[in-house]
């Protein structure tokens, strides 16, 4: 999936009402098909918010997205579309069981469940024995495998993961990525990461930097 | 609190609120007619017998709930349910078949003291299925 | 799990699982429901006792002593054992007055104490089969009275069936019928003896050591009088008044005049409660529902993030602060319905009111409305409530902002 943002502006209010403050700034990017990209820059440059305006999540004050040349609106129809999410927090619905919040992203796709392909996708990420158990009873570890598994629950035709290696160990840091990678070249797919520490694996990646809610580098090395 | 101990909590203290008023009912609460003074020349009364067991059905579920807060999981949980089950099942024909109670409804047993125990130890019995059905599923 | 996961499934799942939430909204309408379900069954449980007690006296006029009116409400409405005696021969004198069809006189008389307490205080009633209008009009045409056999009528709240012996000062009797229920005292608590039966109890009594019976015969406890059709019975009551000093003549609607005036003053009071109900409702189930989506913001931002419309969302969740409020009230409404059934008779001695419940269908067929009326407004308040928080962006929604 081509992703073409066109002058993207975000800005919030700040507390008091006393102005607003600009988490994107004018974000002119083109991250074409298949694309394996990661964006990169400190706390509170705009990465998180640039991924939620992109898979939708967040409307921009300004600009347009455009997905495979469309300008695409609501998270509905951007999920329609095959647009992953993996979240920056690890959330869930306390009330449902680990397999059922991994299905999620299933919910709206009127399609039967592929129940089968979630427990291999739990098992994959080590929580093949927390099928049917709360959320609340995971680690802190085990919640974000879970984040990640959720992400790839369906095969995305654009997948937008928000700090895939915090709170993972070394072992699993490298293994998500591989499984990451895996996917998203089986499905072709377009992927945008945002971290801002170095990953493991990220070698011949599109690295794009971002200060102040701004683009200030991009190397760009396609695969 | 953590969630696992709250859920142990609730049913000990349902169950605590239901022996505490088994106990009461009979010489407090709705007492039966001889603890009300119509006592019948002075003779032990029917319902007062049946007050007496009441009272001691309603100190074995006190224990039962003290049990259940002890107690995490397992069989042993279960059997204190099973018995909070019975001592519950019992007061209903023990206030309406043998001993049973006084034959006039005007009577304190039958109006006040009959009810009140019929309708905690429906309660009881409620509390303590629930917890046996929960606590099954949960192992299934 | 089921393969299908859908959006009705997801609620079932986010409401069964979220003990709190299902405890605290259901519980807060099932306690208006109590309460409101609880006026409105006392008031057409009164109102049916009434009627039916009415229509079973079966007489136009109820003769008593003077100053008995008080005793007297306790003893019909609460059944409680009560006695007292009009004056001398004042049965004859009414039964051969001009206009007046049947005099049927009751002695109330109380069932001796006994160490075995089985009988415990029972109201005794004497009746006269020949000349009775209260009993025997209502009993199936299968019962007889076998007065040789000492055969009684028990009320229908009275322990005991077709065929029992019971013994009241030392004389064996046995229950022929069990009158059906009516929600008044007098009939669902009492014993109906036949006159020569009282006679043979009050032969056997003292013996053994017993206690001992006085019977005032002549002097009727209450007379019931059936008067001609062409007879106004306040009219009759008048005179019987003037003619007979000591006596207090109550016509069958003056008998219950007392109860109709507190139920009129309950239905006035009726609206006023559940307009007060619906208003703790409207607060208690708003606040309960805001609180709880407020801390699951990030639930439905995460919903949203899954495709989930805002539309559908409220109405996802305004169905199902509607199936749980329902639920509520249902509950609350039968809650009611079983704690007043089975504290009927503390209520009916202790308010000095008969009550006659219904069955369960019959007795919340008029609640329905209630219900309806309050689900509706917990759902549009979860609608509301949805539509506020659903403002804020999916991803603010996530963060939990």
Redesign the interface.
């Known amino acids: 999936m081509r992703v073409e943002l066109q002058q993207i502006r975000k800005s919030y209010p700040l507390p008091g009402g006393d102005g607003t403050v600009a988490a994107l700034d004018g974000v002119d990017l083109v991250i074409e098909s298949g694309t394996l990209c990661i964006l990169k820059g400190p706390s509170g440059s705009g990465k998180t918010?640039l991924l939620?305006v992109i898979?939708?999540?967040?409307?921009p004050t300004s600009g347009s997205v455009l997905l495979d040349g469309t300008v695409v609106r609501?998270?509905?129809d951007r999920?329609?579309g095959m647009v992953a999410?993996g979240?920056q927090?690890a959330?869930?619905?306390?009330?449902?069981?680990v397999?059922?919040n991994l299905?999620?992203?299933?919910?709206?796709?009127g399609d039967?469940?592929a129940?089968d392909r979630g427990e291999r996708l739990l098992e994959a990420f080590g929580l093949g024995e927390m099928f049917?158990v709360p959320p609340a009873a995971l680690s802190g570890g085990e919640k974000r495998r879970l984040n990640l598994a959720r992400s790839l629950f369906l095969p995305p035709r654009l997948l937008l993961i928000d700090e895939p290696a915090a709170y993972l160990d070394d072992g699993w840091q490298v293994k998500a990525m591989e499984m990451i990678i895996r996917e998203v070249r089986d499905a072709r797919a377009t992927l945008v990461m945002a971290t801002h520490t170095p990953l493991p694996g990220d070698e011949g990646f599109r690295h794009i930097l971002m200060h102040k809610g701004k683009v200030i580098d991009d190397g760009t090395s396609d695969y | 609190m953590t969630e696992s101990r709250r859920k142990y909590f609730a049913v000990p203290l349902l169950l605590a609120v239901t022996g505490g008023l088994l106990v009461a009912i009979p010489r407090w609460l709705f007492p039966t007619?001889g603890f009300a003074h119509?006592s019948?020349?002075?003779?032990m009364?029917?319902?007062?017998t049946t007050g007496s067991i009441t009272l001691f059905l309603g100190v074995a579920t006190l224990v039962a709930a003290l049990a259940l807060y002890l107690l995490s999981s397992g069989p042993a949980r279960s059997g204190v349910l099973f018995a909070a089950v019975a001592a519950g099942c019992v007061l209903f024909p023990l206030y309406l078949v043998w001993p049973?109670?006084?034959?006039?409804?005007?009577?304190p047993?039958?109006?006040?003291t009959?009810?009140?125990v019929?309708?905690t130890g429906g309660v009881q019995v409620l509390v303590a299925v629930t917890s046996l059905v929960r606590s099954r599923s949960r192992r299934a | 799990?089921s393969?299908?996961?859908?959006?009705a499934g997801?609620a079932v799942?986010?409401?069964v699982?979220?003990p709190l939430k299902l405890f605290s909204m259901g519980f807060l309408l099932a306690l208006v429901s109590f309460l409101l379900a609880g006026v409105v069954l006392v008031r057409s449980g009164v109102e049916e006792a009434t009627a039916r007690g009415a229509k079973r006296l079966g007489a136009d006029l109820m003769v008593v002593p003077q100053g008995a009116e008080v005793p007297l409400g306790a003893g019909l409405f609460?059944?409680?054992?009560v006695r007292f005696s009009l004056p001398e021969g004042i049965d004859r004198r009414i039964a051969v007055m001009p206009g007046v069809l049947v005099a049927a006189p009751q002695y109330f008389l109380s069932?001796a104490?006994?160490?075995?307490?089985?009988?415990?205080?029972?109201?005794l009633v004497g009746f006269d089969p020949s000349r009775d209008v209260t009993v025997l009009p209502w009993l199936s045409p299968h019962v007889r009275l076998k007065m040789e056999t000492g055969s009684i009528l028990v009320?229908g709240?009275?322990?005991?069936g077709t065929g029992a012996a019971l013994r009241f000062y030392n004389h064996p009797f046995t229950v022929a019928a069990r009158l059906e229920k009516t929600g008044m005292?007098y009939f669902?608590?009492a014993v109906f003896i036949p006159l020569d039966g009282v006679s043979a109890m009050e032969r056997s009594s003292g013996s053994a050591g017993g206690v001992s019976l006085r019977v005032p015969w002549g002097r009727p406890s209450i007379l019931l009088v059936r008067l001609a059709p062409s007879i106004v019975p306040r009219d009759m009551a008048s005179l019987l008044e003037r003619r007979y000093p000591g006596i207090k003549v109550l016509t069958i609607p003056g008998l219950f005049r007392e109860n109709r005036l507190r139920m009129e003053k309950l239905a006035r009071g009726q609206l006023p409660l559940a307009a007060a109900a619906w208003l703790f409702a409207v607060l208690g189930g708003g606040a309960l529902q805001f609180l709880y989506w407020r801390e699951?913001r990030?639930?439905l931002?995460?919903?949203?993030?899954?495709?989930?419309?805002k539309g559908v969302l409220m109405l996802l969740f305004g169905a199902e602060a509607f199936v749980l409020s329902l639920a509520g009230m249902v509950a609350g409404s039968a809650g009611a319905f079983?704690?007043l059934r089975?504290?009927a008779?503390?209520f009916a001695?202790t308010a000095g009111m008969p009550l006659l419940l219904g069955g369960l269908d019959l007795s919340l067929s008029g609640l329905p409305w209630l219900w309806l009326v309050f689900a509706g407004t917990m759902a549009v308040e979860a609608v509301i409530i949805m539509f506020l928080m659903l403002r804020r962006?999916?991803?603010?929604l996530?963060?939990?902002a």
Not at chain 1, 91 to 97: K, M, N, Q
Not at chain 1, 103 to 109: H, I, S, V
Not at chain 3, 3 to 7: A, I, K, N, V
Not at chain 3, 78 to 81: D, I, K, L, S
């Open positions: 918010t939620s898979s939708g999540l967040s409307r609501n998270p509905l999920q329609r999410h979240f927090e959330v869930f619905i306390p009330e449902l069981t397999v059922e299905l999620l992203p299933a919910l709206r796709c039967r469940l129940v049917d | 007619c119509q019948m020349a002075g003779a009364m029917r319902c007062d049973g109670v006084c034959m006039a409804a005007t009577m047993c039958r109006m006040g009959l009810p009140a019929l309708l | 799990m393969e299908r996961f859908g959006l997801l799942r986010m409401t699982r979220a609460g059944g409680v054992p069932s104490p006994a160490s075995c307490c089985e009988t415990g205080n029972l109201l009320g709240s009275v322990m005991k005292g669902d608590n699951r990030s639930s931002g995460l919903l949203q993030a899954f495709g989930c419309g079983f704690v089975l504290f008779s503390y001695v962006e999916p991803a603010d996530l963060r939990g």
